[in-house]
């Protein structure tokens, strides 16, 4: 299994700028999350899903957040303007039903904003 | 709500030193989930271990083990004869089952550990 797939691996854009962040979890899994990693504030999730169902987002920072996943293997975060602050490492996981092998977590993507 | 601490922001230790890591986690669920991560310095987040809060027993995986305490709501990670490729970040979290925990996995603030040779 290729494991959980993101791209890009950095992104550096300007401020005021569309970002959209790629994700696709591991075949079989049912459950998918967005997490965001700063100095500041750590590992934050922004936002789940179940079945391609959002179920909780009350992590998402701000309306300029938005998240979808359009089937079970696809899912896209983006922000839209972005702002400096926006500027993270962005990790997509995924896990089973059970979770029994944890959350596996994609190898992130860098967002510089400026 | 559930918070998971780790007090320990930076620790640095000569090779072939034991070390352990600690962790302190909240929660009001009655069932629940402890992991341990590693980002090494490629930035991955690696699964180390899992284990559920009905099970106490204590586990050691080659040089890591793992002590869990439900009295004391600790996770302790111990990595004996550490090695230099043991540097990096190590994650304690913690995932509920039930309510609007379900699902949520949350992570102390990491532990910046350095294995100088």
């Known amino acids: 299994d290729a494991g959980v797939i993101q791209s890009p691996r950095h992104e550096v854009t300007e401020m005021g700028q569309e970002v959209t962040l790629r994700c696709k979890p591991i075949?079989?899994?049912?459950?998918l999350f967005w997490y965001r990693q700063t100095m500041m504030r750590g590992l934050e999730l922004l936002i789940y899903?179940?079945?391609?169902?959002?179920?909780?987002d009350s992590g998402m920072p701000e309306d300029r957040f938005s998240a979808k996943m359009p089937n079970a293997s696809f899912s896209t975060l983006k922000i839209q303007p972005s702002e400096p602050r926006d500027s993270a490492v962005y990790f997509c996981?995924?896990?089973?039903?059970?979770?029994?092998?944890?959350?596996?977590f994609g190898s992130g993507t860098r967002l510089t904003v400026v | 709500a559930q918070k998971v601490t780790q007090a320990q922001t930076e620790i640095s230790v000569v090779e072939k030193e034991d070390v352990t890591l600690d962790c302190v986690y909240e929660?009001?669920?009655?069932?629940?989930?402890l992991f341990w991560y590693k980002q090494p310095p490629s930035g991955e987040l690696v699964f180390l271990i899992r284990?559920?809060?009905?099970?106490?027993q204590n586990e050691i995986s080659g040089r890591y083990s793992w002590n869990f305490q439900k009295s004391t709501s600790s996770f302790n990670f111990t990595i004996t004869a550490s090695q230099v490729v043991d540097s990096a970040v190590y994650f304690c979290?913690?995932?509920?089952?039930?309510?609007?925990?379900?699902?949520?996995?949350?992570f102390g603030q990491g532990t910046i550990l350095t294995v100088h040779p």
């Open positions: 075949s079989g899994h049912d459950y």
């Open positions: 996981a995924s896990r089973t039903r059970d979770g029994g092998h944890g959350y596996t």
């Open positions: 899903f179940n079945n391609n169902v959002p179920i909780d």
């Open positions: 284990r559920n809060s009905f099970d106490e």
């Open positions: 929660t009001r669920d009655t069932t629940y989930y």
């Open positions: 979290a913690l995932r509920g089952a039930g309510g609007t925990s379900y699902g949520k996995l949350t």
